[in-house]
C-alpha cells in the first residue's frame, strides 16, 4: 500500500493524535519545494463522504433558513484534506477547511488555501493588532519536508487551532482582512457585478459568499444582511421572483424589527411587492411594516431597496 493510500484511510484523530508536537513549537516545512512525483496525490485528513453537489447546496442554501435570529460567534474550523498540487517542475500542499457551527446546520461550507495565503493574513494581521497578535502562534517555514506525513498532519492542527485563536478574539474576527482570508475577492467582485447589472455574475460570486458568512457572523450580521438585500435584488431583475421573494421574507428575519432601520424597511416593502406578485400570504409581512408606520416613521420617503444596495457597492 502506498504512502498516500495508508494516509488516505485514517481517521483524522487518530492521524493527528499520533503526532505528539506542540504547535507553538513547530518548525513546519513551507508548501513550496521541489516536486516529488511519487508523492503527488490528496491526502485525506477524513474519511470520505458521499459525494456532494456544492452548487446545490448554495442555491438551495435559503431554503433551508428557519427563522430564528442568530448572533453567530460559534463557528468551527477543520481541515478537511491536504492537496499535492503540481504546478510545472514544483509543487505546494493545498489545505481543504470546512467551517461548520453548532448550531445544528447540515450547510457545508469549504474553502482551500495554501501555506501563503496563511502567511498573508498572519503578516497583515500582525502589522494591525501587534497586542493581540502576541500570544498567537504561527507555524514557522523550513526548507524541507514539507510532504511528510507529519509534517502534514500537524500543520493541518496548527491551522485549525489558529483559526480558532484569531476567532476569539473579537478585534480580528470582525476586520475586513479575516473575513477577505475567507471571501477572498469574491465580495467584493459580486458587489461590482452588482453595480454593472450584470446580475448573474453576482448572483454566483454572492451565493458563495452567503453561508461562510453566516456560519462566521450569524445572520443579525450586517454583512449577512446586505448579501441577502443584494440577491434579492439580483434575482427581481432577472425575474426569478420565487428565489427573491425567499431571500427578502430571510433578510426581513434577520433584522430586529424595532430598529427602524431604512434597509429593513426597503426589504419588507420588496417582500410584500413580491408576495403580492406571486399570490403568497403577505398578511405576517403587512403587520411588520404596520408598526414601522406606526412609529410615525413615512415609508413612502424610503428610498428602494435597488438603490440602496447599489449605493452600498459603491463604497466597496
Known sequence: MSFLKKLSSRRPERFLDSVDIDPQELDLADDQDEFIDEFAGTLNLTLPDDDVNNEDIRASHILRFNGRRNTGCNAVFEVMSADIVKENRSSYVLYTIQISSHTGDIDISCIERRFSDFEKLNTVLRKRFPDQMEMVAFPRKVLV??????????????????????????????????????????????????????????????????????????????????????????????????IAQKYSEAAVLCFDEDDGDETYIAVLVQAIRLSWELGKDKQDLELKLQKVKNKNIDVETIPELKLICKQRCQSM
Open 145 to 242: 519536508g514539507n510532504f511528510r506525513q507529519a509534517t502534514i498532519a500537524t500543520r493541518s492542527r496548527a491551522f485549525e487551532q489558529y483559526l480558532s485563536h484569531l476567532y476569539a478574539i473579537y478585534q480580528i474576527r470582525y476586520c475586513r482582512d479575516f473575513l477577505e482570508f475567507f471571501l477572498l475577492d469574491f465580495l467584493r467582485d459580486g458587489y461590482k457585478h452588482l453595480q454593472q447589472e450584470r446580475h448573474q455574475d453576482a448572483i454566483k460570486n454572492l451565493e458563495y459568499c452567503l453561508p461562510i458568512t453566516e456560519k462566521l457572523y450569524g445572520n443579525t450580521n450586517s454583512t449577512v444582511i446586505n448579501i441577502l438585500c443584494a440577491l434579492v435584488v439580483c434575482y427581481q431583475s432577472i425575474e426569478r421572483l420565487r
